[in-house]
């Protein structure tokens, strides 16, 4: 059987397999629930309610939406070329060290030229922190999971020192980087909340990235060097440049990523500000099975699960890290089966299937 068709009934099967996931996750965290005597009813009612009724609530969504989509996209396209990025998360406290500095440091500029370049080099800083491990791939075949690993440390820790003895405001207790300039900060939307028009930032890069990966030469060669890097160097493709340039493009929308959250939430770089938003972008692009233009909609899931979390505990005393058991079941099944759909695959390229 061809590779081709293989692909098509794997399309046809993951979005089943995935709502199956979420389904045992739900049964499994209303199963806990009871066992504890809450009222099903008023819990989920509570957890709808955290996530969408009202303004706040739903900025606070939206809010969580954004870092997951991108940290999620970042993962999906270094996947695409069979590299797995699992260092988004060093990748983001760069990029938001660099749109802390440069929206503060850059003065009397347009606020619409000021963000775009903020953006631009925190995407940039992303990108040269991801350029390591995706030169020691391609160039010595180090495992750039381990690599990226480690790396995520050395960013938090490095941008942890610059925060407390380089570039501190001295004004605050708490280390955290002087406030950006007015010009470069991200318009509010949904108020009082702190949604802000990076939502449609973040909703404008995935647009532009499945463009590239489906329209565009440079797509191709990314997917057809995921799929068999052999058969991509014999059709003349550069695999290691190719791998290389997926880590970089990954490491620039892990850059963005953080810029953003200093851009529109923060207005200042705060230490350890990042609860493990770039590795809950791997869940995102995990349940999505890499499929860009379905990561919308499990970020968002994924997203309302989280604000709707917080409610949830507030009004009903059920723990958010209920939530979090549920995601951990849903990620265990998803995982699950993509390791199935992985090792069908290895079978049937090894017994001589056409990579088409």
């Known amino acids: 059987m061809k590779l081709n068709l293989l692909d098509r009934l794997d399309k046809l099967q993951a979005p089943l397999n995935v709502l199956v996931a979420v389904l045992i996750g739900f049964i499994i965290g209303t199963g806990l629930m009871l066992v504890e005597g809450h009222n099903i009813g008023e819990a989920y009612t509570a957890l709808f309610n955290g996530a969408f009724s009202g303004r706040f609530n739903f900025g606070g969504t939206l809010e969580r939406f954004v870092p997951l989509l991108l940290s999620g996209l970042a993962f999906a396209i270094s996947s695409k070329a069979s590299v797995f990025n699992v260092g988004v998360e060093g990748q983001l406290y760069f990029g938001a060290m660099a749109a802390a500095y440069f929206g503060y440091t850059i003065v009397g500029l347009p606020s619409f030229l000021h963000i775009t370049l903020v953006l631009l080099l925190a995407g940039l800083a992303g990108a040269l922190w991801a350029l390591i491990p995706g030169f020691l791939r391609a160039a010595y075949r180090v495992n750039e999971v381990c690599t990226t690993i480690m790396l995520n440390y050395v960013a938090i ?127 995102v692009a995990l349940l999505a099975r890499n499929n860009l233009k379905v990561l919308p909609f499990v970020a968002f899931f994924l997203a309302a699960l989280k604000s709707g979390a917080v409610g949830m505990e507030r009004f009903t005393g059920i723990p958010r890290e209920l939530i979090g058991i549920m995601e951990a079941v849903i990620i265990l099944f998803a995982a699950a089966e993509a390791i199935i759909v992985i090792r069908r695959r290895l079978s049937y390229q090894k017994g001589g299937a056409e990579v088409v």
């Open 157 to 283: 820790y490095f941008t942890s020192y610059i925060v407390n003895h380089l570039f501190k405001n001295p004004h605050i207790g708490v280390p955290q980087t002087p406030n950006i300039q007015e010009s470069a900060l991200l318009a509010r939307i949904l108020m009082p909340s702190r949604a802000n028009i990076g939502v449609y930032i973040a909703l404008g890069i995935v647009l532009f990235f499945i463009w590239l990966m489906d329209y565009t030469t440079l797509g191709y060669k990314i997917k057809t060097v995921g799929l068999n890097p052999q058969f991509a160097t014999y059709a003349g493709f550069q695999a290691r440049s190719i791998m290389v340039g997926a880590m970089v493009l990954s490491g620039f929308i892990g850059g963005i990523t953080g810029a953003i959250q200093v851009l529109g939430i923060h207005g200042y770089f705060l230490d350890n500000f990042s609860k493990s938003l770039g590795f809950d972008g791997i869940m």
